[in-house]
């Protein structure tokens, strides 16, 4: 069983839609990641909360402690989002992944 | 700034070669880790450093060594490669309770 687990694993949408990821983790947290894998196989952080929501650009995060549950969402999504969205879950120094969620937005 | 800096990029080894992964941060960031990537994978942490000269292990450390004598270097050793060692490996550093910074990752294969 995996700490973090993501859905969907595969999305795909048109250009312009607005995108939800999900994450659930069964750890107790000290912060949850987002990170963005490009196709080419480099990898960005996008955000660190631990509560709350957080906004940059067209991404906002979201975090709900309680439920162990945050959001990724994509608000006028473009084909230049196209890439595997990362959850981690960060318990004092672990860190522990999903497997990501492959978006493709189509032009 | 450059940022996290990892050579090489891509190494084939033989089974039972060693190696050592370079990893180098310019930005002064006491917290360093490494991952590996397995195809259809998640992310898994080896190895991570919260300090010059303090490691400790991750998730998947076995196979693996580190070291980390300043704060700019964190080499990741592999001793007697295996095929289940073949992966994408990733170097991250941090400062605080803040993001991390990734290299662009070495894909090695053992074969």
């Known amino acids: 069983k995996n700490e973090v687990e993501q859905s969907p694993q595969n999305l795909t949408a048109q250009e312009g839609e607005f995108i939800t990821i999900n994450c659930s983790y069964s750890?107790?947290?000290?912060?949850l990641h987002w990170l963005q894998q490009h196709p080419g196989g480099g990898i960005v952080s996008l955000f660190m909360l631990s509560s709350g929501k957080k906004k940059h650009g067209r991404l906002i995060a979201t975090i709900n402690i309680q439920e162990k549950h945050s959001s990724l969402h994509i608000t006028a999504s473009h084909p230049r989002d196209s890439a595997v969205y990362i959850c981690a879950a960060t318990t004092g120094n672990q860190f522990y992944f999903g497997t990501g969620t492959s978006l493709t937005v189509i032009p | 700034n450059a940022g996290v800096t990892q050579t090489p990029k891509f190494r084939i080894l033989k089974i039972g070669q060693s190696m050592t992964l370079q990893c180098a941060q310019d930005m002064n960031h006491n917290y360093m880790y490494w991952y590996r990537q397995d195809p259809g994978m998640g992310l898994k942490l080896i190895y991570y450093?919260?300090?010059?000269?303090?490691?400790d292990k991750g998730e998947v450390p076995n196979g693996y060594n580190v070291s980390r004598s300043t704060t700019e270097y964190f080499p990741l050793r592999l001793e007697l490669a295996a095929p289940s060692q073949t992966s994408v490996y990733f170097c991250?550093?941090?400062?605080?309770?803040?993001?991390?910074?990734f290299g662009a990752g070495t894909r090695l294969s053992v074969l």
């Open positions: 991250a550093s941090r400062a605080g309770e803040n993001i991390q910074y």
């Open positions: 450093s919260v300090g010059a000269g303090i490691t």
């Open positions: 750890v107790g947290i000290s912060a």
